[in-house]
């Protein structure tokens, strides 16, 4: 099923994940909070239309994130995570 994360998570395990986020180790908290991001249904790519679209800084990206999901991911880590997604094949947006 294309667009729909294989990613599955218990209540428990949901539950697990977002005390993660809030540790100190940077790494793992940004790692839990990609999860919990994929978990409800995020992707790098937005729903609008192209030329709709404004153009997507990270810092934007970002912001987007914390407001609709209320969680915080360094730039750094979703750098990192937009990459895996377009090297292993995923479509990337660039206007």
């Not at 539950?15 to 990609?34: M, P, V």
């Not at 937005?46 to 810092?59: H, K």
């Not at 914390?66 to 479509?91: D, F, M, P, W």
């Amino acid at each position: 099923m294309a667009g729909k994360s294989p990613v599955v998570a218990s209540v428990e395990q949901k539950a697990a994940l977002r005390a993660l986020a809030g540790s100190r180790d940077r790494g793992e908290a940004d790692r839990a909070r990609a999860v919990l991001l994929t978990l409800s249904g995020w992707t790098p790519l937005l729903e609008r239309p192209v030329a709709d679209r404004p153009n997507w800084t990270l810092a934007r990206l970002i912001g987007e994130i914390e407001v609709r999901e209320g969680l915080t991911i360094s730039k750094s880590r979703l750098s990192k995570v937009l990459r895996k997604k377009s090297s292993a094949g995923a479509v990337r947006d660039t206007p």
